[in-house]
């Protein structure tokens, strides 16, 4: 079984992987520290080096690749679901979880995590909550299409694996 957690970034993607692989005994794969090992470069070393559109190409393949797994939740990037058919793919092939959150809360989150997201560098308050409530408005019909829509906010990892569990049967 293959479970797929997507979300904007600092939806908590990461956090609620682990703690959901450690109360499933599962295995979880940051899709982002993966491409990383793989490539040998950090994903803004791939992004200045190569641009996006290689960064896309890469993610699309190590996606592939790890979903060769069994017993893993994958921890997408959060452009993930938005490119290619890469969303319509994580559907067929697992569950997907879209870890929901208003543009407020994941500023919030954001501002403390710049230093490691450079897109996000040298923005204001009100510039970057601009940023993610128009990022966020792209981006949401892609989410919307996951399996389960979770809130992000005071996560309860109990009930989201009570919606697994439905989902699955």
């Keep these: 079984m293959l479970i797929f957690l997507i979300g904007y970034m600092g939806s ?13 005994g599962f295995q979880c794969i940051d899709l982002d520290q993966y491409i990383e090992l ?11 080096d190569d641009g996006e559109n ?44 879209y870890l929901q959150m208003s543009p407020t809360s994941l500023v919030h989150r954001l501002q403390n995590a710049t230093s490691t997201r450079p897109i996000l560098k040298n923005k204001t308050n009100h510039e970057l909550l601009e940023f993610v409530t128009n990022a966020l408005a792209d981006r949401e019909k892609y989410y919307l299409e996951a399996h389960i829509q979770a809130k992000g ?6 009930e989201l694996l009570e919606k697994i569990k439905e989902h699955r049967l």
């Design 12 to 24: 908590g993607k990461s956090t609620a992987g682990k703690k959901l692989a450690s109360r499933m």
């Design 38 to 48: 793989k490539t040998g470069k950090s994903i803004s070393q791939i992004f200045e």
């Design 54 to 97: 290689m960064f896309r190409e890469l993610e699309k393949k190590y996606l592939q690749e790890l979903a060769k797994q069994t017993h893993t939740i994958i921890s997408t990037g959060g452009g993930t679901p938005c490119f290619f058919d890469n969303m319509q793919w994580m559907n067929s092939k697992g569950t997907t979880i």
């Design 153 to 158: 906010e005071n996560l309860n990892i109990t």
